[in-house]
């Protein structure tokens, strides 16, 4: 899915939880509060029932006290004042000890004859009573009570009264006025309000002033007009608080709008009442509904804060989740990746160790082949030279052939000292023709045989014999320089002697077509070098070709195999030499080997 639609999901999921949550809460503390109120208003009601109760019956019994009746017996209308101090006192005394606000006697005819506040200015004494239905209900015989604000004192008091009997007749009445305010020292819930009503819904008590004196439900015009005749509570105008019709549909709320007209305005109470029979009261409880807002808001702050956490932990889960994943799919990948890498790489080793070995081989192959071009160019170069042999050989065999006929001829002449001369002859030339044979042989010895220590002078005019016919018979001039024996060098003497004619060989091939044609070769030496330089006064060679002549089969002539100059190379590089060319001052090649000088003696 989008994100934006997970977004607003979430915000959706959120906001329905929300007003869940803030229904719940509002439902639990809506019946917290009423519990607590109930509760309270339950307590209240009780205590005050056990207080009331204390007086209730109080009447009755002071109503035997004889001494009551005295100045209700006087002869003449009105109590004898001078009767009256002492019941006063009694009331006085009883009052104070009873914790009664007032105790006071009324006479028949409802007027006051003794009251406990007979001193005070307020004094019930010469008040009359006979509208008070407190007193109507004790002079007909049963015990009253009664709420009513003070007809004098206009302090709100609970009236007992009882009948005094003279003769099985009541006579007067003893009334005791119970102080409300005992309510406040028992109340103590600040954030609870609370009003006592009487059984038309009258509130005469109440912790909130503004509802003092006027009725829970609206009253009907007699109910007041009754009320203000009874001055019960003065002359209140008992504006309604509420609307509904009838007091129990108002009790059988949880919660009213109940009037504040102090603040010209209704607040929302949760509502709990207390009946209390035996006064014909009702206590109300009302705790404002605003603290349960207070806590739905609460709630639902705290709700976002969590779901807000829960969404951020959830999100950051399932992004680690993700990540987690996406790693692990990386590292699959990457192990995929190095075996892959790893079989490539393996592949690649056996490929470089079978090229390698393929390598080896043709090292091997090329060494062989190596060894057999150089056989093959040995041989070639043998049978030319073989042609020069042959010749050389063939002259001095002709002319000892020669030597001995006529040898044979001075025998039969019998000139026996000329035979002798053509024996000599003949002994010289065989010995020349050994020579000649003993050269050739040089070229049947295998390298690994020759010792290292060669005398560079000896190997040069060994080359310079084997192709001297070959330089007589092109008018070839031959120029030598000083070759001193004391020039050892660290070289095969076979092969150092085969590089030398390589060389001369080159030299004369290529000085067929020169005009006063020479060919020089040159031998010096420095405490660890030795140079020998052949050179001719030929065509030379070009830049191209002096960078060609040494790889193999390099060659200008039309029978040539272009092997001579590389094998050359090899040989005197394998003694750690060089063998290079350069242009001969004054036209022609010049080829230039260097070779390490022997410090060893030559033996
Ligand atoms: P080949 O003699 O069989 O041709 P070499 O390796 O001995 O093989 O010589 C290679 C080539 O070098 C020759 O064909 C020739 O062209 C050139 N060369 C060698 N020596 C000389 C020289 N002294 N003067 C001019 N060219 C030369």
């Known amino acids: 899915m989008h994100k934006s639609k997970w977004l607003v999901l979430i915000i959706a999921i959120g906001l329905a939880l929300s007003v869940l949550i803030s229904q719940l809460t509002y439902q639990q503390v809506k019946q917290h509060l009423a519990d607590k109120v109930t509760l309270d208003v339950d307590q209240l009601g009780q205590k005050l029932d056990a207080q009331l109760n204390r007086y209730s019956k109080l009447p009755e019994v002071l109503a035997n006290d004889p001494r009551l009746l005295r100045p209700l017996l006087a002869d003449t209308p009105h109590p004898v004042a001078a009767q009256l101090p002492s019941t006063n006192h009694l009331l006085q005394q009883w009052s104070k000890t009873l914790g009664a606000d007032t105790i006071y006697l009324i006479d028949a005819q409802g007027m006051t004859v003794a009251a406990s506040n007979w001193q005070q200015p307020d004094s019930f004494v010469g008040q009359n009573y006979a509208y008070r239905p407190y007193f109507r209900d004790a002079i007909s015989g049963k015990p009253g009570q009664y709420f009513a604000l003070g007809a004098s004192s206009d302090k709100r008091g609970y009236y007992f009264s009882a009948p005094l009997y003279y003769q099985q007749q009541a006579i007067g009445v003893i009334a005791i006025k119970v102080d409300l305010s005992l309510i406040e020292d028992i109340w103590q819930y600040k954030e609870i309000e609370y009003a006592i009503a009487d059984q038309l819904g009258v509130v005469f008590y109440s912790s909130e002033n503004s509802w003092l004196y006027r009725s829970l439900i609206p009253l009907e015009e007699n109910q007041k007009q009754q009320i203000l005749a009874s001055r019960q509570y003065g002359s209140a105008k008992l504006d309604p608080l509420t609307q509904y019709s ?157 030597y001995a006929e006529n040898s044979r001829k001075l025998l039969q002449k019998e000139r026996y000292q000329a035979v002798a001369g053509n024996i000599d002859e003949i002994i010289n030339l065989n010995q020349m023709v050994a020579d000649i044979i003993a050269r050739f042989k040089v070229f049947a010895r295998k390298a690994n045989e020759a010792h290292n220590h060669t005398v560079a002078a000896d190997s040069i005019r060994s080359a310079i014999s084997l192709l001297r016919n070959r330089l007589i018979k092109q008018g070839v001039i031959l120029r030598v320089g000083e070759l001193s024996p004391d020039i050892i060098i660290n070289a095969d003497a076979v092969q150092f002697e085969q590089v030398i004619i390589n060389l001369l060989h080159n030299a004369i091939q290529a000085l067929t077509s020169a005009h006063q044609p020479q060919v020089g070769i040159v031998l010096e030496a420095s405490e660890k070098w030795v140079e020998i330089r052949v050179w001719d006064n030929g065509p030379g060679l070009d830049d191209d070709q002096k960078k060609r002549i040494f790889t193999p089969f390099f060659t200008t002539k039309h029978d040539g195999l272009g092997l001579g100059l590389t094998i050359s190379r090899r040989i005197i590089e394998a ?29």
């Open 246 to 402: 009838n007091l129990s549909e108002f009790n059988q709320r949880e919660t009213s709008d109940i009037k504040l007209p102090s603040q010209n305005r209704s607040d929302t109470y949760v509502v709990a009442s207390h009946d209390m029979a035996q006064a014909g009261w009702a206590i109300y409880g009302f705790s404002p509904i605003k603290a349960a807002y207070q806590y739905v808001i609460q709630a639902v702050l705290m709700f976002i804060v969590f779901y807000s956490l829960l969404c951020l932990a959830i999100t950051s889960w399932w992004q680690t989740l993700k990540a987690q994943k996406a790693l692990a799919q990386l590292n699959d990948r990457l192990e995929q990746l190095v075996i892959q890498r790893t079989n490539n790489l393996l592949e690649t080793n056996q490929q470089l160790r079978d090229t390698i070995e393929q390598y080896e081989r043709t090292q091997a192959e090329l060494k062989q082949t190596q060894s057999e071009l150089v056989q093959a160019a040995k041989l070639a170069m043998l049978g030319e030279l073989s042609a020069s042999i042959n010749h050389e050989i063939n002259q001095p065999l002709a002319a000892m052939r020669t």
């Open 575 to 603: 003694f750690s030499g060089s063998l290079g060319v350069i242009d001969h001052p004054g036209g022609g090649a010049e080829f230039v080997i260097k070779l390490p000088r022997s410090t060893e003696d030559n033996q």
